[in-house]
């Protein structure tokens, strides 16, 4: 099992940047694919963002293509999300989330305890 723990929310205009980091212990970082889920007041769950287990392959949600930009770096077992252009409906409690998946996936198994985001506007 591998647990997670995020940092890096906060309050932000419209326009400004974030950048949410998430540390993992417990089993071997680099055999999961990490990604980022996001969950706005009285709305669904929403994928973010994804990476592979290795780093070489990364998908993003239409929403935030172009703005945010995930990465990892398994030497020190953390992924990060840069945020940038946020935009208010990017308001949110983000999820970092791991899988055992040599691939993209948009489903995960192992979750954090989530940060808020926050964009005024």
């Known amino acids: 099992q591998v647990q997670l723990v995020e940092s890096g929310g906060g309050l932000v205009q419209a326009g400004g940047s974030l950048r949410l980091s998430c540390a993992a212990s417990?089993?071997?970082?680099?055999?999961?694919?990490m990604g980022w889920v996001r969950q706005a007041p009285g709305k669904e769950r929403e994928f973010v963002a994804v990476?592979?287990?290795?780093?070489?392959?990364?998908s993003y949600a239409d929403s935030v293509k172009g703005r945010f930009t995930i990465s990892r770096d398994n030497a020190k077992n953390t992924v990060s999300l840069q945020m940038n252009g946020l935009k208010p409906e990017d308001t949110a409690v983000y999820y970092c989330?791991?899988?055992?998946?040599?691939?993209?996936?948009?489903?995960?198994?192992?979750w954090g305890q989530g940060t808020q985001v926050t964009v005024s506007s």
């Open positions: 989330a791991a899988r055992v998946d040599a691939g993209l996936p948009k489903t995960y198994d192992f």
């Open positions: 990476i592979s287990r290795r780093g070489r392959m990364t």
């Open positions: 417990g089993s071997a970082f680099s055999l999961y694919a």
